[in-house]
T-cell receptor, first 112, second 120 residues
Framework: GQNIDQPTEMTATEGAIVQINCTYQ??????LFWYQQHAGEAPTFLSY????GLEEKGRFSSFLSRSKGYSYLLLKELQMKDSASYLC?????????????FGKGTTLSVSS | GAGVSQSPSNKVTEKGKDVELRCDPI?????LYWYRQSLGQGLEFLIY????????KSGLPSDRFSAERTGGSVSTLTIQRTQQEDSAVYLC??????????????????FGPGTRLTVL
């Protein structure tokens, strides 16, 4: 079966660094995605990892360890606009095509 | 360029009525996905279309749900005899390539704004 776990909520202050963890269990792993979703809006793509290691993109970085079934999204120099839900999603070749299995999302609140 | 569009943006219906939700994917994208997002829940996969192949309906929650994709482009999700538990945001996504087992591309999915369905 498939299972994606991430914290429900996190809080942080402007300028800080926050790490959002995601653990997964899948039978046919083929990549892990992070999406950002502001309230009432569509999810937007942030990052993709298929090999172990760290992918850096500006203030955001994503890490993957396939052997541990673990990923994290690292947000640096937090801004108020980073307040959103962060969705961890896994592509599982044993599921339909390239459809994604999503976690329930982590709601991040950034305060001044 | 134009992104994924969905209509209507909001739909309120009475229990037992049928509803149709529409999705226009990004031009040229061969893969199209429907997801459902209920309050406090993650996105739930419903159905997947790849080109002209038969869709994979493994995520549809009941036989009241069906979907079509005409001409490999526009898709319609139909919910018959709606129930209150069908209330959710229905999201459509498309990607450039959706070949099963393709490891050469990460096939980023682009999401539409969703249709918020409320069943009274």
């Amino acid at each position: 079966g498939q299972n994606i776990d991430q914290p429900t909520e996190m809080t942080a202050t402007e300028g800080a660094i926050v790490q959002i963890n995601c653990t997964y269990q899948t039978s046919g792993f083929n990549g892990l995605f992070w999406y950002q979703q502001h309230a009432g809006e569509a999810p937007t793509f942030l990052s993709y990892n298929v090999l172990d290691g760290l992918e850096e993109k500006g203030r955001f970085s994503s890490f993957l360890s396939r052997s541990k079934g673990y990923s994290y999204l690292l947000l640096k120099e937090l801004q108020m606009k980073d307040s959103a839900s962060y969705l961890c999603a896994v592509r599982d070749l044993d599921q339909a095509g390239t459809a994604l299995i999503f976690g329930k999302g982590t709601t991040l609140s950034v305060s001044s | 360029g134009a992104g994924v569009s969905q209509s209507p943006s909001n739909k309120v219906t009475e229990k037992g009525k049928d509803v149709e939700l529409r999705c226009d994917p990004i031009s040229g994208h061969t893969a199209l996905y429907w997801y459902r997002q209920s309050l406090g829940q993650g996105l739930e996969f419903l159905i997947y279309f790849q080109g002209n192949s038969a869709p994979d309906k493994s995520g549809l929650p009941s036989d009241r749900f069906s979907a079509e994709r005409t001409g490999g482009s526009v898709s319609t999700l139909t919910i018959q005899r709606t129930q209150q538990e069908d209330s959710a945001v229905y999201l459509c996504a498309s990607s450039l390539v959706g070949v099963w087992g393709d490891r050469s591309s990460y096939n980023e999915q682009f999401f539409g704004p969703g249709t918020r369905l409320t069943v009274l």
